[in-house]
Nanobody
Framework: QLQASGGGLVQAGDSLRLSCAAS????????AAWFRQVPGKEREFLAG????????YYTDSVMGRSTISRDNNRNAMYFEMNSLNSEDTAVYYC??????????????????WGQGTLVTVSS
């Protein structure tokens, strides 16, 4: 089970740090990722990380202004993003694959999902 937190109302130009808390011992062996979704649009992949944090992958829209990381000792994953703008307003989800396979950039590749945390960027 995954639980995302850290969302809220932020100002344009601000930074945020989202957290994903996982229950169970297997999270530390799974590939994981962050997605976001706005109403009427498909869930968008943002960044992924392999099981031990040695490999990461970012989509173009957040590359250079975000960092995905994980702490397997705490069963947690994080997503930091700066220079926020109104287009970053969305519900943000953490997800994990069922296996420690490669990072995938489609939601279909992930079996475990958090409930989502809303980020609203005010201009």
């Amino acid at each position: 089970q995954l639980q995302a937190s850290g969302g809220g109302l932020v100002q344009a130009g601000d930074s945020l740090r989202l957290s994903c808390a996982a229950s169970g011992r297997i999270f530390g062996s799974l590939t994981a990722a962050w997605f976001r979704q706005v109403p009427g649009k498909e869930r968008e992949f943002l960044a992924g990380i392999n099981w031990n944090g040695t490999s990461t992958y970012y989509t173009d829209s957040v590359m250079g202004r975000s960092t995905i990381s994980r702490d397997n000792n705490r069963n947690a994953m994080y997503f930091e993003m700066n220079s926020l703008n109104s287009e970053d307003t969305a519900v943000y989800y953490c997800a994990a694959r069922r296996t420690p396979g490669p990072i995938l950039d489609t939601s279909q590749g992930y079996s475990y999902w958090g409930q989502g945390t809303l980020v609203t960027v005010s201009s």
